[in-house]
């Protein structure tokens, strides 16, 4: 089972802020600061945002792709 098909299986299509932060053994209030920040991690958050109205989402196919190198922090 890919990282891909496990996120999926686990959180579905889209994911939380909360749970990008339990995938990578980060405080909510921490990500959210990296996700501000100029730097390379934040970037590839960023690029990988979905806003449905007030609420923020992430596509599961790219933190996936961030967890396993295959987006190198910045870089797709």
Same mark, same amino acid.
């Given at each position: 089972?890919?990282?891909?098909?496990?996120?999926?299986?686990?959180?579905?299509?889209?994911?939380?802020?909360?749970? %990008?932060?339990?995938?990578?053994?980060?405080?909510?209030?921490?990500?959210?600061?990296?996700?501000?920040?100029?730097?390379?991690?934040?970037?590839?958050?960023?690029?990988?945002?979905?806003?449905?109205?007030?609420?923020?989402?992430?596509?599961?196919?790219?933190?996936?792709?961030? %967890?396993?190198?295959?987006?190198?922090?910045?870089?797709?």
């Amino acid at each position: 089972m890919t990282t891909e098909e496990a996120l999926f299986h686990k959180f579905g299509p889209l994911l939380t802020l909360a749970q %990008v932060a339990e995938i990578l053994d980060r405080s909510p209030d921490g990500l959210r600061f990296t996700i501000r920040a100029n730097n390379p991690l934040g970037r590839s958050l960023r690029s990988s945002r979905v806003k449905i109205g007030r609420r923020v989402h992430f596509k599961a196919k790219a933190i996936a792709a961030l %967890v396993d190198g295959v987006i190198e922090a910045g870089r797709q």
